[in-house]
């Protein structure tokens, strides 16, 4: 997810150094999606968290 948080911050200051509200609009778009992505893997890491037997150790 790293590339796309990059990609994201660089499409938004590129609209904001070209003054573009179409540019403007993707980035905002590309940080919902990169939202949507870091719910989805902060959940599935707490089910996996929760519901993953606990080992002991000997």
């Not at 590339?3 to 070209?18: C, D, R």
């Not at 540019?23 to 949507?36: C, D, E, Q, R, T």
């Amino acid at each position: 997810m790293f590339p796309l948080g990059a990609y994201t911050s660089a499409t938004l200051k590129i609209a904001s150094l070209l003054s573009s509200p179409t540019i403007k609009v993707f980035g905002v778009l590309l940080y919902g999606m990169l939202f949507v992505l870091w719910l989805i893997t902060g959940v599935r890491t707490i089910i996996n968290l929760t519901s993953s037997p606990k080992r002991g150790f000997p």
